[in-house]
């Protein structure tokens, strides 16, 4: 195990040679280029003993995923954005045709206007595509829930895709400290891959056929359930992880928030400004926390509930838009709420789009806003922040 | 005649790969060459297909035609994802779980290939993967209903380009998919039919056989979309190459051949008039299109010859 100095890009690609991927298709698109830039690298010298398809879109990036999972080679993608809308089509036949591609996803607004900045647009639109997501907030992170993700997604248990968020610039293009584990670790959590159902002339198998009615909704409901499931090994994932690296993982994970009246939600790299300002008003004597949602599907409703139901006001940033509706994440919640007898109310908020930061300072005027809200009885209205008038 | 019909198919391959029992029309002249393809290609092959007729009638749940490994995921994306096949395979062989002996066939209509999949296609052709990509070529989108592609041929009634008061049918000339394949500068080239199932064969073996990606075009007779009766395809599928409207040839590195070159071709209006959907050309019309097929066939007749030297 050594520490260095990585681009968490960089920490990504590290993950993707140590976890020996067989076969990377994949696409250029800011700011996901310097992982697979890396990625080429390490298979142009040798490094990385495996194929790299240069397609020549994102749509053909996850269709050739597609074609290696099947074969039963381990697989590797990234995107961002726009690339990932364009990949739009492939991502849920992946799901269903329980094909367990693994894919970092540098999180990007969507045009129009043009903006290659960060924002969660790009994978709120892919919610429904019935994988697994995931967000990391730090370098070590990203690093980290790679190698878990094809650790889950390969599971013969699971056999789902999986996706790595990391927020775009803003942690894709940041250096962090990242311990880099030995070649012996990463086995020593990493299998090699089943291969239970594969294309294979010895074992003729009809994959993707077409259902009608009598069948496609079992078809469904199978899928479904096998997401739902997949959080039990994601849960032993990341204690076996724990057991070899000495990190621990949870679906949701808290800071400060023993006591707390008042939560904030956040994803992704925006949560480490948000622990600051949970800093500054505990000084201060206020009783908030934050919750950090690590696992976004299968949405964890046990530990939301049991951390979120013990607060006031729960105050959501969304970092999307769903255009005439409530936030994503914050409609997510509250949904995960309503069943309970005692919940917190709720104020949800739209910001960090297009790559605009909050500033430590933001996330507290957020949280007094919130505050003055829930007492004036105006929590109904989604509030965009951070808006030049 | 008796003779050769008794000992023709004793030729054949026995071994069907496309086993009998799915949905296709009868007289299907796209499932007739699947069926001969399959003959051809053996066992030791994997099939990624794309959307379309042959998908939807072979593998509705929970049954299956297919006796070989087969995979469906979209309508554009075949090219692409053999290409992921094609990898997948090279890692295997490469821990050797796997062998290159076992061959790739990406498979789709002239929509998925023409249209919606030219992208995929070209990219995964530019890139040099070891696969055989073949395109049934039935001349519209059958699956959805008898839509027009840019393999649709000029004067043909489509349901999206119908005939009307102010409208003939397809008012554009045929895409030459084959020439684009051609302009990738792959090792193998061709087009084929099931009319001439031999000739179909060799060419699905050596487009197997060679190392790199190769192109085949077949055409296929669609009794359903063509409105042709069911017991016609196969003379139907003659008429097309005898009358120059669907030569066959093979392109071997830019090499070109010519494997059926009838001494005389035939009037395109024999070709034509079996078909419902050019039943309304004018006279003007058929001559067009005749002018045109002979421009075509000398064109490629002239390359022939270039080749040979000439
Ligand atoms: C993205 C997308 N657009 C449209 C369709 C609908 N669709 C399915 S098959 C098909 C036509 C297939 O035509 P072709 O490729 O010529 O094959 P054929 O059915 O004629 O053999 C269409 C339009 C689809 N499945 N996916
Ligand atoms: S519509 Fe045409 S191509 Fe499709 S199954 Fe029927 S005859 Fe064959």
């Not at chain 2, 669609?222 to 409105?227: D, E, F, Q, V």
């Not at chain 2, 034509?272 to 067009?288: A, C, D, V």
Request: charged share 20%; with cysteine.
């Amino acid at each position: 195990m050594k520490r260095v100095g990585l681009e968490s890009s960089l920490a990504i690609a590290e993950a993707v040679r140590l976890a020996g991927v067989d076969v990377v298709s994949a696409y250029p698109i800011t700011p996901q280029t310097h992982i697979i830039e890396r990625i080429a690298q390490m298979v142009a010298d040798g490094d990385l003993n495996a194929s790299y398809i240069p397609v020549e879109s994102e749509h053909s990036a996850m269709s050739g995923c597609l074609g290696a999972a099947a074969m039963g080679v381990r697989t590797f993608t990234a995107t961002a954005g726009q690339g990932l809308e364009l990949m739009h089509e492939v991502l849920p036949v992946a799901s269903a045709m329980r094909l367990p591609v693994v894919m970092a996803i540098c999180n990007r607004a969507l045009s129009s206007p043009l903006s290659i900045w960060g924002d969660h647009s790009d994978i709120m639109a892919a919610r429904d595509s019935g994988w697994v997501q995931m967000f990391a907030e730090n370098g070590q992170q990203a690093f980290d829930l790679t190698l878990c993700a094809f650790r889950i997604a390969e599971d013969v248990e699971v056999l789902l895709p999986t996706a790595i968020n990391i927020d775009g610039f803003h942690l894709s293009h940041v250096i962090e400290s990242v311990l880099i584990p030995e070649q012996g670790e990463v086995d020593k959590f990493l299998p090699e891959l089943p291969r239970p159902y594969v294309l294979d002339p010895r074992k003729p198998l009809t994959m993707g056929d077409f259902a009608t009615p009598e069948l496609y909704i079992e078809a469904k409901k199978s899928q479904d359930v096998a997401l739902r499931n997949s959080k039990k090994v994601i849960l032993q994932a990341w204690q076996e992880f724990e057991g070899v690296f000495g990190r621990r993982y949870s679906p949701v994970e808290t800071y400060r928030a023993d006591g707390a009246s008042v939560l904030l939600l956040t994803m992704g790299s925006f949560s480490e400004v948000a622990m600051e300002a949970i800093d500054r008003l505990r000084e201060s004597g206020e009783k908030v926390g934050l919750i950090r949602l690590r696992l976004w599907r299968p949405f964890p409703f046990e530990e939301f509930r049991q951390v979120a139901s013990q607060a006031d006001l729960l105050v959501v940033l969304d970092r999307a838009v769903s255009f005439g509706g409530p936030g994503p994440v914050c409609s997510e919640v509250q949904a995960a709420l309503y069943p309970l007898s005692k919940k917190p109310q709720v104020a949800g908020f739209i910001g960090g789009l297009g790559g605009r930061d909050i500033t430590t300072e933001g996330f507290e005027d957020m949280i007094r806003n919130a505050r003055k809200k829930a007492d004036a009885g105006r929590l109904g209205e989604v509030e965009i922040i951070g808006v030049r008038e | 005649m008796e003779t050769l019909a008794l000992y023709v198919p004793r030729l054949l391959e026995k071994k069907e790969n496309f086993a009998p029992g799915h949905r296709a029309c009868s007289g299907c002249g796209e499932a007739l060459a699947v069926r001969m393809v399959m003959k051809a290609l053996g066992k030791n092959v994997i099939v990624v297909m794309a959307t379309g007729c042959m998908e939807i009638i072979s593998t509705q749940l929970p049954y299956t035609s297919w006796e070989v490994p087969w995979i469906h995921t979209l309508f554009e994306n075949t090219a692409a994802v053999a290409s992921g096949v094609v990898a997948g395979r090279e890692a295997l062989t490469r821990k050797g779980k796997a062998s290159s002996r076992t061959k790739v066939v990406a498979m789709a209509g002239d929509g998925a290939t023409a249209d919606i999949g030219v992208q995929a296609l070209s990219g995964a052709l530019e890139r040099g993967h070891d696969f055989t990509y073949i395109c049934f070529d039935n001349e519209a989108y059958m699956n959805t209903g008898i839509q027009r592609s840019s393999a649709t041929p000029f004067g043909a009634a489509t349901t999206t380009q119908p005939v009307g008061k102010i409208s003939m049918g397809q008012n554009t000339w045929k895409k030459d998919m084959p020439a684009i394949a051609v302009a990738h500068n792959i090792p193998y080239v061709a087009t084929a039919s099931p009319s001439y199932p031999f000739d179909l064969m060799n060419k699905v073996k050596k487009a197997r056989d060679i190392e790199g990606p190769a192109y085949l075009h077949i055409l296929s007779v669609c009794p359903t979309g063509w409105r042709t009766p069911s017991d016609l395809s196969v003379r139907i599928g003659r008429l097309a190459v005898e009358t120059g409207v669907f030569p066959l040839y093979e392109v071997e590195n830019g090499k070109y051949t010519l494997n059926i070159d009838p001494p005389q071709l035939r009037s395109v209006e024999d070709y034509l008039k079996l078909q419902g959907r050019f039943k309304h050309l004018t006279p003007e019309m058929i001559k067009e299109i005749q002018e045109k097929v002979e421009a075509k066939y000398a064109e490629l007749v002239e390359k022939v010859l270039f080749y040979d030297g000439f």
